[in-house]
């Protein structure tokens, strides 16, 4: 990969900061009289669950592509053995 191209782990961690620096911009003294806020902050906490499950399903992708190329490594090592 080139230093141009960011992994799905950098994107994840990238809407993390994202969700929470718009969570944050909705503070009471900033929004005090605004009756759009509590939708705005169930929608942004809805889209810090599903960051949450994305980074769970690419943790165990990326678990299960190292489980792969090990094994892999091992019928290598185990053919050259025979």
């Known amino acids: 990969m080139n230093g141009n191209t960011l992994d799905p782990a950098r994107i994840i961690s990238i809407l993390e900061i ?23 902050k169930k929608r ?24 792969k190329r090990a094994l892999v490594k091992q019928n290598r090592q185990n053919t050259r053995r025979h």
């Open 18 to 40: 994202l969700l929470a620096q718009l969570d944050a911009s909705l503070s009471p003294q900033m929004t005090e009289g605004d009756t759009r806020t509590d939708l705005l």
């Open 44 to 67: 942004i906490s809805g889209f810090k669950d599903q960051t949450a499950r994305l980074k769970t399903v690419l943790r165990k992708h990326q678990d299960a592509e190292r489980r």
